[in-house]
């Protein structure tokens, strides 16, 4: 048991060094201001496609956030600071927006998966907390959040997102003769200065 414990540590502090993560800070008040959304969450399911890796999660309990109960979130899975998600495992997730509607974690954060033997939870050590514990501190001091609705939540998309909103046809008719009449004006006005000035 001590050389798996050895060999866990082993792997993870080289992970460590090679992915250069700053000083791991317990999670706090502070800590959880850092980051978008925080929820305790299952794996649905994981994909790879265009180079982009998926978890999708179905959301237990949202402590921060606006978000809707199923929730897909980018990783890095190819590089020093890849992480790995599996169907079915429980995770306490902290993300944050990566582009307006898209979420990401990465390997230096301090999102951490469920471990039924708590022996096996390497993350524990740094965390100060068991998973049971870090899941009561966020829920008292974060509370539980409801669940964005799905037409809420689109609306919101619509309202954040750039818009092009087109005057209508009275308008765009009105707008043209505003603009022809300042035209004259300014025609008029220069002209008479250049007949002053002969």
Not at 113 to 135: H, I, V
Request: charged share 20%; aromatic share 16%.
């Amino acid at each position: 048991m001590r050389k798996i414990l050895f060999f866990i540590f082993l792997v993870f502090s080289k992970a460590i060094n090679a992915c250069n993560c700053p000083p791991f800070e317990v999670v706090s008040a502070k800590v959880c201001f850092n980051y978008n959304v925080v929820f305790y969450g299952k794996v649905d399911s994981v994909s790879v496609s265009n180079g982009y890796n998926t978890a999708y999660f179905t959301i237990q309990e949202l402590y921060k956030g606006k978000v809707q109960q199923h929730v897909k979130i980018n990783f890095d899975a190819t590089t020093a600071c890849m992480m790995s998600f599996s169907k079915n495992e429980e995770w306490l997730m902290y993300c944050s927006f990566q582009r307006f509607d898209e979420l990401a974690v990465n390997f230096c954060g301090h999102s951490r998966k469920y471990f039924s033997d708590t022996s096996q939870d390497f993350y524990q050590l740094a965390a100060q907390r068991t998973f049971e514990e870090e899941k009561l501190f966020l829920r008292s001091n974060l509370l539980i959040q409801p669940f964005v609705e799905n037409d809420k939540f689109n609306q919101q998309q619509v309202d954040f997102k750039p818009h092009n909103n087109q005057p209508s046809g009275f308008n765009k008719l009105l707008l043209l003769l505003t603009s022809f009449l300042v035209m004259i004006i300014i025609y008029i006005v220069t002209r008479k200065k250049n007949k002053k000035n002969d």
